[in-house]
């Protein structure tokens, strides 16, 4: 069964702060790497992808990707409120790119 | 840009009724799913499919079957819809392109069983 897990929230930082949110998965043949943010009553939107090992730069975003570990990250500087969501990590390694894993989500709060 | 339409944003239908969530992408994508997410539980697939007329359980089948009759459209049918049921229903597709593909979601299909 694969798993992916993510710090278990909510977390709350003030404006400005660096958020960071954690997730670990247990494939080690997990490919790609997702972030989606989903607003409260809304459907989920990708924030981020990374596929390699290393720091990927978006924006205010940084996703950070470790395969040894099993392993990836988001940093969010510069928090705002609209960053206030729950933010869920996504991880897939079908042939198909089906296989993909969801993990229960981080719910961050920024406040003012 | 991608575009997922869910047929729905809320029904509420009784115990025991015949329900049906139809989806539709504009992209030619491959790839259709529906999930659904529960407070505490996350994002649960129930099918996904893979070209027309093919179709895959994912982790949570029961109670639910599937359509895809053109690559555009994948639907949901519950036959006897429980209370068990009541959720948000979640339908996403994905381009073929090995394990790189991002999900796009649909906006959501709030099911309340009563």
């Known amino acids: 069964q694969k798993e992916v897990e993510q710090n278990s929230g909510p977390l709350s930082v003030p404006e400005g702060a660096i958020a960071s949110l954690n997730c670990t998965y247990s494939?080690?043949?997990?490919?790609?790497f997702f972030w989606y943010r989903q607003y409260s009553g809304k459907s989920p939107e990708l924030i981020m992808f990374?596929?390699?090992?290393g720091d990927k730069e978006d924006g205010r975003f940084t996703a950070q990707l470790n395969k040894a570990s099993q392993y990836v990250s988001l940093l969010i500087r510069d928090s705002q409120p609209s960053d206030s969501a729950t933010y869920l990590c996504?991880?897939?390694?079908?042939?198909?790119?089906?296989?993909?894993?969801f993990g229960p989500g981080t719910r961050l709060s920024v406040l003012p | 840009d991608v575009k997922v339409t869910q047929s729905s944003r809320y029904l509420v239908k009784r115990t025991g009724e015949k329900v049906f969530l139809e989806c539709v992408q504009d992209?030619?994508?491959?790839?259709m799913f529906w999930y659904r997410q529960d407070p505490g539980l996350g994002l649960r697939l129930i099918y996904f499919?893979?070209?027309?007329?093919?179709?895959e359980k994912g982790d949570i089948p029961e109670g639910y079957s599937v359509s895809r009759e053109k690559k555009e459209r994948f639907s949901l049918i519950l036959e006897s819809a429980s209370t068990n049921q009541t959720s948000m229903y979640l339908c996403?597709?994905?381009?073929?392109?090995?394990?790189?593909?991002?999900?796009?979601f649909g906006e959501g299909s709030r099911l309340t069983v009563l």
């Open positions: 996403a597709s994905s381009p073929y392109t090995g394990s790189t593909g991002e999900l796009f």
């Open positions: 494939d080690r043949g997990s490919q790609s």
């Open positions: 990374i596929y390699s090992n």
């Open positions: 996504a991880v897939n390694g079908g042939d198909y790119g089906q296989n993909f894993v």
């Open positions: 992209m030619d994508h491959e790839n």
């Open positions: 499919s893979y070209d027309v007329k093919m179709k």
